[in-house]
């Protein structure tokens, strides 16, 4: 194969160059070599910074591949183009990174924290916390706690401490709030993409006709869509750089709210898939109750054994993929089903 460069014009681009780059970047932002580090000191990387390295680490991950098999929102779409929780990540991703780049923040930490941000969501999209709530205390099981959960034990990463935080925290309603302005710059990106894209899943599966969102949503962020994702991100940028702070001007904020209150009254909580989300949860918690009887059962290569039995049962659950998880129930629930 003919090469496609001559000598002498490719240049040496390392971890230091690297960290020397971080230095132009904004007052605020997290320098990777400023890290509070890892649980477990490691010599640094000849190429990546300590960020890169945990983006890598997390896309190498099992957890991470099994994103690719669970729900976002709709169960068992009919079509290929519905959002999954992969594609929900990768477009997390890309709006945290479009923050980061605009503020002069670090991207690395951002892309790290929003790839690894969903991985601890059990299968058939946000029923984990409802369907396991039973088995533990008030508010003890959260899909962000189970995803630190992962990298810190069940496949353990050794990350950043940053980016540890940003995935405990990427959830809004997780006290107290991350650390870093990248950790806000994932926040608010969670919240863009699943707004924009549950909108193009709704209207696709018929759940919506695309003139019925709140008509102070449409006349502020266009039609649903890439017009909503440009320009919430555009509102988080501007009053970002006016402020100092990773943030959206009061107005587009009350109006994000206010849709996004809109998709939970008619798509999320709305009648059919609140009928689906109970047979879902029948499903995650009939698989809890057998595997603590039958502990064990649970596969020595997602289990730790120091753990409390109802831990490591919700671990292997919520782990499930969605058709792992249906698999495993028809195997033990209905075995005529297997002949």
Known sequence: MQELTTPGTLVRHDRLAREA?????????????????????????????????????????KAFRRLKHKTQVFLNPEGDHFVTRLTHTMQVTQVGRALAKALSLNESLAEAI??????????????????????????????AAQSVRIFEVLEDQNLTWEVRDGIRAHSWKIHPPPSTPEAYCVR???????????ALDAVRAGVLAPHAFPAAALERFGAPGRDWVATMINAVIDESLRTGAVRMDDATLATMNGL???????????????????RAIAVIRDLMDWHLEHPDEIPDTYRQTDAPAVVQAADYIAGMSDRYALATYDRLFRPMLNL
């Open 21 to 61: 780059d971080e230095e132009r970047l904004s007052p605020s932002a997290t320098r990777s070599a400023q890290s509070r580090g890892r649980e477990r000191p490691e010599g640094p990387d000849e190429f990546r910074t300590a960020f890169e390295r945990d983006r890598d680490r997390i896309i190498h991950s």
């Open 114 to 143: 929003a790839l690894g941000h969903d991985v601890g969501h059990s299968p058939f999209g946000h029923t984990g916390e409802e369907a396991l709530s039973p088995y533990f205390a008030p508010d003890e099981w959260h899909h």
């Open 188 to 198: 608010f990106a969670d919240r863009i993409a699943y707004l924009a894209h549950d």
């Open 260 to 278: 996004r209150d809109f998709m939970f009254e008619h798509v999320y909580q709305s009648a059919e898939q609140l009928r689906q989300q109970r």
